[in-house]
Protein backbone atom coordinates (compact mmCIF):
# COMPACT_ATOMS: atom_id res chain seq x y z
CA UNK A 1 0.00 0.00 0.00
CA UNK A 2 1.25 3.20 -0.82
CA UNK A 3 2.25 5.61 1.79
CA UNK A 4 0.03 8.62 0.71
CA UNK A 5 -2.65 5.87 1.11
CA UNK A 6 -2.12 4.44 4.70
CA UNK A 7 -1.67 8.50 5.38
CA UNK A 8 -5.33 9.10 4.24
CA UNK A 9 -6.67 6.09 6.10
CA UNK A 10 -4.99 7.23 9.42
CA UNK A 11 -6.24 10.98 8.78
CA UNK A 12 -9.69 9.46 8.37
CA UNK A 13 -9.34 7.21 11.91
CA UNK A 14 -8.04 10.42 13.55
CA UNK A 15 -11.20 12.28 12.57
CA UNK A 16 -13.49 9.38 13.48
CA UNK A 17 -11.15 9.75 16.84
CA UNK A 18 -11.76 13.65 17.44
CA UNK A 19 -15.75 13.40 17.07
CA UNK A 20 -15.71 10.96 19.18
CA UNK A 21 -13.74 12.40 21.96
CA UNK A 22 -15.59 15.79 21.13
CA UNK A 23 -19.30 14.45 21.68
CA UNK A 24 -17.34 12.27 24.92
CA UNK A 25 -16.78 15.29 26.15
CA UNK A 26 -20.42 16.90 25.29
CA UNK A 27 -21.61 14.26 27.59
CA UNK A 28 -18.92 14.46 30.21
CA UNK A 29 -20.33 18.28 30.22
CA UNK A 30 -23.54 17.94 30.04
CA UNK A 31 -23.25 15.07 33.43
CA UNK A 32 -21.09 17.72 35.33
CA UNK A 33 -23.77 20.39 35.00
CA UNK A 34 -26.46 18.36 35.85
CA UNK A 35 -24.08 17.06 38.70
CA UNK A 36 -23.10 21.00 39.77
CA UNK A 37 -26.86 22.65 39.19
CA UNK A 38 -29.52 20.56 39.12
CA UNK A 39 -29.39 19.01 42.16
CA UNK A 40 -29.55 22.52 44.19
CA UNK A 41 -32.37 24.02 41.50
CA UNK A 42 -34.29 20.93 42.71
CA UNK A 43 -34.28 22.21 45.90
CA UNK A 44 -34.45 25.28 44.94
CA UNK A 45 -37.97 24.32 43.34
CA UNK A 46 -38.78 22.17 45.95
CA UNK A 47 -38.95 25.41 48.39
CA UNK A 48 -41.12 27.45 46.04
CA UNK A 49 -43.56 24.55 45.43
CA UNK A 50 -43.78 24.08 49.90
CA UNK A 51 -43.94 27.89 49.73
CA UNK A 52 -46.98 28.04 47.25
CA UNK A 53 -48.78 24.88 49.18
CA UNK A 54 -48.51 26.54 52.07
CA UNK A 55 -50.19 30.28 51.12
CA UNK A 56 -53.28 28.33 49.50
CA UNK A 57 -54.07 27.34 52.74
CA UNK A 58 -55.31 30.89 52.62
CA UNK A 59 -54.84 32.14 48.66
CA UNK A 60 -57.09 35.19 48.63
CA UNK A 61 -54.65 36.54 52.10
CA UNK A 62 -51.23 35.41 50.75
CA UNK A 63 -52.00 37.34 46.78
CA UNK A 64 -49.19 38.93 46.69
CA UNK A 65 -46.66 36.85 48.29
CA UNK A 66 -47.88 34.31 45.78
CA UNK A 67 -47.45 36.40 42.84
CA UNK A 68 -43.47 36.79 44.11
CA UNK A 69 -42.94 32.89 45.02
CA UNK A 70 -44.47 32.47 41.15
CA UNK A 71 -41.96 35.10 39.98
CA UNK A 72 -39.05 32.59 42.07
CA UNK A 73 -40.05 29.73 40.59
CA UNK A 74 -40.22 30.54 37.03
CA UNK A 75 -36.43 32.01 36.85
CA UNK A 76 -35.75 28.42 39.27
CA UNK A 77 -37.70 26.37 36.31
CA UNK A 78 -36.41 27.95 33.33
CA UNK A 79 -32.51 27.99 34.71
CA UNK A 80 -33.47 24.26 35.12
CA UNK A 81 -35.18 23.43 31.41
CA UNK A 82 -31.65 24.58 29.81
CA UNK A 83 -29.64 21.85 32.54
CA UNK A 84 -32.11 19.04 31.44
CA UNK A 85 -32.76 17.18 28.47
CA UNK A 86 -35.32 14.79 27.10
CA UNK A 87 -38.58 14.38 29.03
CA UNK A 88 -38.12 16.25 31.81
CA UNK A 89 -36.83 19.36 29.56
CA UNK A 90 -40.28 18.69 27.68
CA UNK A 91 -42.20 18.92 31.62
CA UNK A 92 -39.91 22.10 32.64
CA UNK A 93 -40.30 23.56 29.94
CA UNK A 94 -44.36 23.30 29.89
CA UNK A 95 -43.88 23.98 34.14
CA UNK A 96 -42.78 27.17 33.03
CA UNK A 97 -45.54 28.20 30.82
CA UNK A 98 -47.77 27.24 32.80
CA UNK A 99 -46.06 29.81 35.13
CA UNK A 100 -46.13 32.48 33.07
CA UNK A 101 -49.92 31.80 32.44
CA UNK A 102 -50.85 31.62 36.13
CA UNK A 103 -49.02 34.74 36.63
CA UNK A 104 -51.56 36.58 33.56
CA UNK A 105 -54.32 35.49 35.33
CA UNK A 106 -53.53 36.60 38.83
CA UNK A 107 -54.95 34.35 41.71
CA UNK A 108 -57.31 31.99 40.06
CA UNK A 109 -57.09 29.27 42.71
CA UNK A 110 -57.67 26.28 40.40
CA UNK A 111 -54.58 27.19 38.23
CA UNK A 112 -52.53 27.99 40.97
CA UNK A 113 -53.19 24.12 42.21
CA UNK A 114 -52.48 23.21 39.10
CA UNK A 115 -49.41 24.88 38.72
CA UNK A 116 -48.89 23.48 42.31
CA UNK A 117 -48.93 19.84 41.34
CA UNK A 118 -46.71 20.54 38.29
CA UNK A 119 -44.13 21.32 40.00
CA UNK A 120 -44.22 18.26 42.42
CA UNK A 121 -44.69 16.04 39.60
CA UNK A 122 -41.22 17.99 38.05
CA UNK A 123 -39.46 17.01 41.53
CA UNK A 124 -40.45 13.47 41.36
CA UNK A 125 -39.20 13.36 37.69
CA UNK A 126 -35.95 14.87 39.02
CA UNK A 127 -35.51 12.66 41.81
CA UNK A 128 -35.84 9.69 39.43
CA UNK A 129 -33.30 11.00 36.93
CA UNK A 130 -30.80 12.05 39.95
CA UNK A 131 -31.08 8.05 40.85
CA UNK A 132 -30.94 6.71 36.93
CA UNK A 133 -27.48 8.84 36.49
CA UNK A 134 -25.92 7.67 39.93
CA UNK A 135 -26.12 3.83 38.26
CA UNK A 136 -24.52 5.39 35.41
CA UNK A 137 -20.99 6.45 37.10
CA UNK B 1 -41.62 9.40 35.36
CA UNK B 2 -43.47 6.36 35.83
CA UNK B 3 -47.57 6.55 35.28
CA UNK B 4 -47.80 4.93 39.09
CA UNK B 5 -45.74 6.96 40.74
CA UNK B 6 -47.42 10.25 39.04
CA UNK B 7 -50.57 8.87 40.09
CA UNK B 8 -49.28 9.26 43.84
CA UNK B 9 -48.65 12.99 43.71
CA UNK B 10 -51.82 13.44 41.81
CA UNK B 11 -53.76 11.76 45.05
CA UNK B 12 -51.96 13.75 47.50
CA UNK B 13 -52.10 16.71 46.08
CA UNK B 14 -56.23 16.40 46.16
CA UNK B 15 -55.78 15.49 49.40
CA UNK B 16 -54.08 18.73 50.34
CA UNK B 17 -56.31 20.95 48.11
CA UNK B 18 -59.29 19.32 49.64
CA UNK B 19 -57.81 19.80 53.20
CA UNK B 20 -57.06 23.75 52.34
CA UNK B 21 -60.38 23.86 50.76
CA UNK B 22 -62.22 22.28 53.96
CA UNK B 23 -63.50 19.63 52.08
CA UNK B 24 -61.50 17.23 54.23
CA UNK B 25 -61.87 17.40 57.67
CA UNK B 26 -58.54 16.06 59.54
CA UNK B 27 -59.16 15.19 63.84
CA UNK B 28 -56.01 15.11 66.06
CA UNK B 29 -55.84 12.04 68.76
CA UNK B 30 -52.61 10.80 71.29
CA UNK B 31 -50.50 8.20 68.71
CA UNK B 32 -51.43 4.50 69.94
CA UNK B 33 -49.54 1.42 69.69
CA UNK B 34 -45.62 1.01 69.31
CA UNK B 35 -45.23 3.50 66.71
CA UNK B 36 -42.78 6.26 67.67
CA UNK B 37 -44.67 9.09 66.62
CA UNK B 38 -43.56 12.83 66.52
CA UNK B 39 -46.13 14.54 67.88
CA UNK B 40 -49.79 13.54 67.22
CA UNK B 41 -51.83 11.46 64.63
CA UNK B 42 -53.56 13.06 62.21
CA UNK B 43 -57.03 11.17 60.86
CA UNK B 44 -59.51 11.38 58.47
CA UNK B 45 -62.24 9.80 56.46
CA UNK B 46 -62.41 9.95 52.55
CA UNK B 47 -65.22 7.86 50.43
CA UNK B 48 -65.78 5.42 53.51
CA UNK B 49 -61.70 4.80 53.88
CA UNK B 50 -59.98 5.77 57.24
CA UNK B 51 -56.29 7.67 56.57
CA UNK B 52 -53.90 8.21 59.32
CA UNK B 53 -50.93 10.91 58.52
CA UNK B 54 -47.86 10.91 60.79
CA UNK B 55 -44.27 11.60 61.39
CA UNK B 56 -42.49 9.09 62.93
CA UNK B 57 -38.85 8.28 63.88
CA UNK B 58 -37.50 5.35 61.83
CA UNK B 59 -34.24 3.73 61.93
CA UNK B 60 -32.87 3.15 58.14
CA UNK B 61 -29.77 2.48 56.34
CA UNK B 62 -27.92 5.36 55.67
CA UNK B 63 -27.78 6.17 52.03
CA UNK B 64 -24.04 6.19 51.78
CA UNK B 65 -22.78 3.84 53.53
CA UNK B 66 -25.18 0.35 53.76
CA UNK B 67 -23.26 -0.85 57.13
CA UNK B 68 -24.48 2.19 58.96
CA UNK B 69 -27.81 2.78 60.05
CA UNK B 70 -29.72 5.70 60.92
CA UNK B 71 -32.41 7.50 63.01
CA UNK B 72 -34.57 9.84 61.08
CA UNK B 73 -38.50 11.47 60.44
CA UNK B 74 -40.29 9.76 58.11
CA UNK B 75 -44.18 10.51 57.19
CA UNK B 76 -46.42 7.78 57.17
CA UNK B 77 -49.91 8.29 55.30
CA UNK B 78 -52.05 5.07 55.76
CA UNK B 79 -55.10 3.08 54.98
CA UNK B 80 -56.20 2.14 58.50
CA UNK B 81 -59.28 -0.04 59.97
CA UNK B 82 -61.25 0.43 62.62
CA UNK B 83 -58.97 -0.55 65.24
CA UNK B 84 -56.58 1.87 63.93
CA UNK B 85 -54.53 -1.39 62.33
CA UNK B 86 -52.23 -0.07 58.92
CA UNK B 87 -54.09 -2.16 55.89
CA UNK B 88 -51.52 -0.26 53.48
CA UNK B 89 -49.21 2.69 52.63
CA UNK B 90 -48.75 5.54 50.02
CA UNK B 91 -45.33 5.43 48.58
CA UNK B 92 -43.11 8.44 50.29
CA UNK B 93 -43.11 11.32 47.81
CA UNK B 94 -41.85 14.63 48.73
CA UNK B 95 -45.32 16.27 48.63
CA UNK B 96 -46.28 14.14 51.67
CA UNK B 97 -44.79 16.78 53.66
CA UNK B 98 -46.84 19.54 52.00
CA UNK B 99 -49.70 17.71 52.85
CA UNK B 100 -48.87 17.10 56.50
CA UNK B 101 -48.35 21.63 56.66
CA UNK B 102 -51.94 21.32 55.43
CA UNK B 103 -53.34 18.91 57.99
CA UNK B 104 -51.27 20.96 60.93
CA UNK B 105 -52.85 23.94 59.62
CA UNK B 106 -55.94 22.76 59.67
CA UNK B 107 -56.16 21.32 63.24
CA UNK B 108 -53.99 23.99 64.67
CA UNK B 109 -57.08 26.62 63.56
CA UNK B 110 -54.51 29.16 62.54
CA UNK B 111 -57.07 30.44 59.55
CA UNK B 112 -59.51 31.14 62.20
CA UNK B 113 -57.06 32.65 64.48
CA UNK B 114 -55.78 34.78 61.87
CA UNK B 115 -59.20 35.91 60.42
CA UNK B 116 -60.16 36.89 64.36
CA UNK B 117 -57.22 38.24 65.02
CA UNK B 118 -57.41 40.89 62.14
CA UNK B 119 -60.90 41.67 61.97
CA UNK B 120 -60.45 42.73 65.81
CA UNK B 121 -57.46 45.39 64.61
Known sequence: MPLSDIGSYASIAGLLVTLWILSDLGRIKSRYLFSARVPELARKLRTHSSNLSAMLNDPAANSSQIAEELAAAEVTVTSLSAKVSGVVKKS?????????????????????????????????????????????? | ???????????????????????????????????????????????????????????????????????????????????DNSLWAFPRVDALEDLYNAVRFQTAGVKDFLDDLLSTG
Open chain 2, 1 to 83: MPAESNQWVEAIARLTALTQEGALKWETRPPTGERTVVDASYYTTHKDRRLRLEKRMVTEEDEYSFRRQVRMERLFLEFVDDN
Open chain 1, 92 to 137: ATSLAKTIRTTQRTGSDVALLRDTYLAMIKLQEELKNLELDLKWER
